[in-house]
């Protein structure tokens, strides 16, 4: 039988009430279990019996977290303010985002690339440029945002079955007629 890692003072993030707080490997307990207790503010000190192979997955969980921030990073790093991208929303239907600076109230993201929705391109329906509808209120708002390059054309250009680059804008309509009282 392969010999277990010793997990003691390994930290790892796990759910625990309303938090997704940081945990410490305290001590063991026998049968591969061990005695974990919160680290982060919200709860620190609480503590709680996680086995072994539940916290390995969750060290290898936040690593894969890790892996993606960095990917995402680079990704917008390499972009040019003013830049154009296009996020797939579903089959045929895109929107539009222009790189930006970001300048914002988030200080994790300030000076920082984002995207700023600046269109609706492709095949989308009356309904979804109707001026109520959250797609066309992204369009004229400009929602800012940050997805993950997977999501984004540019970055994956043989992923989709259509090009969104050359597809001119939609039209946004206006708010549909109130119905008629009787």
Not at 27 to 52: H, I, N, P
Not at 118 to 135: H, I, K, N, P, Q
Request: proline content about 9%.
């Amino acid at each position: 039988m392969p010999r277990r890692p010793t997990l003691i003072r390994k930290r790892f993030f796990a759910h625990h009430y309303d938090a997704f707080a940081e945990w410490e490997v305290v001590q063991a307990r026998g049968g591969y279990t061990y005695d974990c207790q919160v680290v982060s503010e919200d709860y620190k000190g609480d503590l709680r019996v996680f086995g072994g192979e539940e916290i390995l997955k969750a060290i290898a969980a936040e690593q894969t977290r890790l892996d993606n921030q960095k990917q995402t990073d680079a990704f917008y790093a390499n972009l040019t303010p003013g830049q154009m991208v296009h996020i797939f929303e579903s089959p045929g239907k895109y929107e539009r985002y222009e790189v930006i600076r970001y300048e914002g109230p988030v200080s994790k993201f300030q000076g920082r690339h984002q995207l700023r929705m600046v269109a609706l391109v492709g095949d989308w329906s009356d309904l979804d440029l109707r001026a109520e509808s959250v797609f066309a209120h992204n369009a004229k708002t400009g929602r800012v945002c940050r997805p993950h390059p997977s999501l984004i054309y540019e970055a994956n250009p043989g992923k989709f079955k259509v090009d969104p680059r050359p597809l001119p804008p939609c039209t946004l309509l206006p708010p549909a007629a109130p119905p008629r009282r009787r």
